[in-house]
């Protein structure tokens, strides 16, 4: 059996503001280039990991306190408080430039994939903060994943697997810092696509391996491609 297609995303690959907003933004530029803004490190590591692996990839640059790419229409935070006050056509016009278009042409190159008759895994890349409201995440990396979709299980443990063994160093943990199942671009996609045909996996770096410098961002890079290449060698049916 061939190996399955792959797709890498990168939401909060930036912290842009579209030229019309910039007035709204002014006095919150310390604000943006922190980890509310964007996934600092997210898109060199998307970048790296296509390059490696041979991936299509997909990312925004736009800050997400313009509008939240990982999030569904209905959630509460699809809008900052910056951008939520809004007028409604106004916020129809940035999810007619910026959220629309992203979101429709990843779901298009799956549906691509799955009308071949084909089985994709996608990962959906991102970073974290090493420290939110005074507490302290311990981990390095994490593996976010449905439960009960066993595709999903089953990449996740052959990519921890298989960091531990290039890198044990790297303290890897199961849906952490947040939960695989909560609101975000794989889990809309999980409601489209059967667990027969899509699986969606977020990675979650911490911001501390990927944003310090010296030789630990191109170690994660390099050990974190040959973790996805050995989960995926092998068939998963």
């Excluded at 790297?170 to 027969?196: E, Q, V, W």
Aim: charged share 25%.
């Amino acid at each position: 059996m061939t190996a399955p297609a792959a797709i890498l995303t990168c939401e909060h690959g930036g912290h842009k503001i579209p030229d019309d907003l910039k007035s709204l933004f002014e006095g919150h530029g310390e604000r943006l280039k922190s980890h509310r803004g964007w996934d600092p490190g997210a898109l060199e590591l998307t970048l790296s990991l296509s390059e490696k692996l041979g991936y299509p990839v997909f990312y925004s640059e736009i800050s997400r306190l313009v509008v939240e790419l990982n999030r569904s229409e209905h959630n509460r935070t699809l809008f900052s408080d910056i951008t939520g006050s809004l007028p409604l056509a106004k916020r129809k016009q940035i999810l007619d430039e910026y959220y629309y278009p992203f979101r429709k042409k990843v779901f298009s190159h799956i549906s691509r994939i799955i009308q071949q008759g084909g089985f994709i895994i996608h990962f959906s890349v991102h970073t974290f903060s090493p420290v939110i409201d005074g507490k302290i995440r311990n981990a390095d990396a994490g593996l976010l994943y449905d439960p009960a979709r066993k595709s999903e299980r089953d990449v996740a443990a052959r990519i921890a697997e298989a960091l531990k063994q290039y890198s044990p160093h790297i303290r890897t943990r199961m849906n952490y810092p947040y939960t695989g199942k909560a609101d975000g671009h794989a889990t809309a996609l999980r409601k489209s696509f059967g667990p027969g045909e899509y699986a969606g996996l977020e990675l979650e770096i911490n911001q501390q391996l990927v944003t310090g410098g010296g030789t630990g961002a191109s170690e994660l890079h390099e050990s974190l491609g040959q973790a996805i290449e050995y989960a995926l060698a092998k068939p998963l049916f």
